[in-house]
């Protein structure tokens, strides 16, 4: 029983540790990259306070910058919206592409870019 146990143990992690494939033929579709996009947007400055009394800032901390991700595919008719992005990718480029349930993969430069779709709308005319 053990034996069987560690044989599909084994099976089971060396299926999670597979590299993606990066053959064409798994990415039938064809998606065309719309705009992609990183911004930051700023804290606003820090946690320090100025005590009147005494006279003196207390220490404070500085607010984190945050950063912000977009990729925008259209594939057909529809435009797939994605919060992150691949830095393998060009705007205006055509790459091969796989739709599964909530994820897009990406074949770019001989390697696969996965992405969450957050939504989805139809491409205008």
Not at 20 to 27: G, I, K, L, R
Not at 50 to 56: A, E, I, N, R, V
Request: charged letters at 25%; aromatic letters at 8%; a positive charge.
């Amino acid at each position: 029983m053990t034996k069987k146990i560690a044989a599909l143990t084994l099976i089971v992690t060396t299926f999670s540790w597979a590299k993606e494939s990066t053959n064409p033929a798994d990415f039938p579709l064809k998606a065309h990259l719309i705009s992609t996009e990183t911004t930051r947007s700023h804290g606003g400055g820090t946690t320090s306070s100025y005590d009147y009394k005494t006279g003196q800032w207390s220490n404070g901390t500085v607010n984190q910058d945050s950063l912000s991700r977009r990729s925008e595919f259209q594939i057909d008719n529809v435009i797939y919206i994605s919060p992150s992005r691949c830095r393998d990718t060009i705007a205006g480029t055509d790459y091969p592409a796989r739709l599964e349930k909530d994820r897009l993969f990406v074949l770019a430069k001989d390697k696969v870019c996965k992405m969450r779709i957050s939504g989805t709308r139809e491409a205008g005319k």
